[in-house]
């Protein structure tokens, strides 16, 4: 039986009148703890406003994997959650790299184990690897070629056709690369704890309160939101969307940190937060865990700060190097 849905006020974020934002204390210190251990902070669309604003780079990702590659500051922050951090660890080896809490992980990367992994392609060694980025670096050196929401379609259809594809980890995304493709693959029932709470039934009872509004869905949601959403792209490409699109307003299905950045670049238009059976909004707990206390204090005892063993790095460091090369 489909899930109740409760009455609540949906979370709108109407046109910005003017800039009104302002620095806190906490953040004009780490704008001068970044320039004095000449660090470069990046964080994820996902991120809270405040770690948003005193950022260098905000972005998805691919973008991000870029700006930590090219990065020649000492130091890197990466506000988001471990895998991210390590793949900048992985592109960048020689820079110290900070996560602002140790523990803000990934249910989707957790869902592909190196180990299980491991004992497929043993089982299946003509297999082609494609490893959403989600995912930890063992398993990312487990691989063939690394993608992200935002190229996976292009990173599919440079792979000979000849080859058997297994997508890792999230089965969600392999799906709605599946079909965009028309290429066949395996996939790996992984999938990410928030983006699955959302639902049609949810969304068409927010759709009828905003009935101009166009809904835009990242590709890690289920099927049947994916299929009645206008747009379903990656978070990068939501901001082109929403800008280019004639509409006013749109219901944006992903975490709602997401929002801040399309405030930003778009801000003459009103955002609604895409609501799931039982809540007005979606966030991921693990992308919440890093906090603008934490961030000053990272930078402050400059930790903690990401290890790995060389030979996964190095292993891991080929799939990414492919998807890079691969999306120019």
């Known amino acids: 039986m489909a899930a109740a849905i409760l009455n609540y006020e949906p979370m709108v974020f109407p046109p910005k009148k003017g800039k009104t934002d302002r620095l806190t204390s906490i953040q004009e210190e780490i704008l001068t703890l970044k320039k004095e251990r000449n660090a470069v902070i990046l964080a994820h669309n996902y991120?809270?406003?405040a770690i948003q604003q005193v950022a260098d780079y905000v972005g998805d990702?691919?973008?991000?994997?870029?700006?930590?590659?090219?990065a020649d500051a000492d130091c890197i922050v990466f506000c988001g959650v471990h895998f991210m951090a390590e793949t900048a660890k992985i592109v960048n080896p020689g820079k110290t790299?900070?996560?602002?809490?140790?523990?803000?992980?990934?249910?989707?990367?957790?869902?592909?184990p190196a180990e299980k992994l491991a004992a497929y392609k043993a089982a299946n060694p003509d297999v082609y690897v494609v490893a959403y980025i989600n995912c930890?670096?063992?398993?990312?050196?487990l691989s063939d070629v690394i993608c992200t929401s935002g190229n996976a379609v292009n990173i599919v259809n440079q792979i000979p056709p000849d080859r058997e594809i297994l997508f890792v980890p999230d089965q969600n995304l392999g799906q709605w690369v599946s079909k965009?493709?028309?290429?066949?693959?395996?996939?790996?029932?992984?999938?990410?704890?928030?983006?699955?709470?959302?639902?049609?039934q949810a969304i068409e009872k927010m759709r009828l309160t905003f009935p101009d509004a166009q809904v835009v869905a990242h590709p890690e949601c289920v099927e049947a939101v994916r299929d009645n959403a206008d747009e379903v792209c990656s978070t990068e490409k939501m901001v082109a969307f929403c800008r280019d699109s004639p509409a006013d307003s749109f219901i944006v299905v992903t975490e709602p940190g997401m929002i801040h950045r399309l405030q930003r670049e778009v801000p003459?238009?009103?955002?609604?937060a895409g609501p799931t059976d039982t809540c007005a909004c979606n966030e991921c707990r693990y992308m919440k865990m890093n906090t603008i206390e934490k961030l000053r204090d990272c930078l402050k005892d400059m930790r903690p700060h990401i290890e790995m063993d060389e030979a996964v790095r190095l292993q891991a460091y080929q799939p990414i190097k492919r998807m890079l090369e691969w999306s120019l």
């Open 47 to 49: 991120q809270i406003d």
């Open 61 to 70: 990702s691919l973008g991000l994997a870029y700006r930590a590659e090219a």
């Open 97 to 112: 790299v900070l996560l602002p809490d140790m523990a803000a992980g990934c249910s989707l990367s957790d869902s592909c």
């Open 136 to 141: 930890s670096a063992a398993v990312k050196a």
């Open 180 to 200: 965009q493709s028309g290429r066949a693959m395996q996939l790996w029932p992984g999938s990410c704890y928030a983006h699955v709470l959302f639902t049609q």
């Open 268 to 272: 003459e238009k009103t955002f609604i």
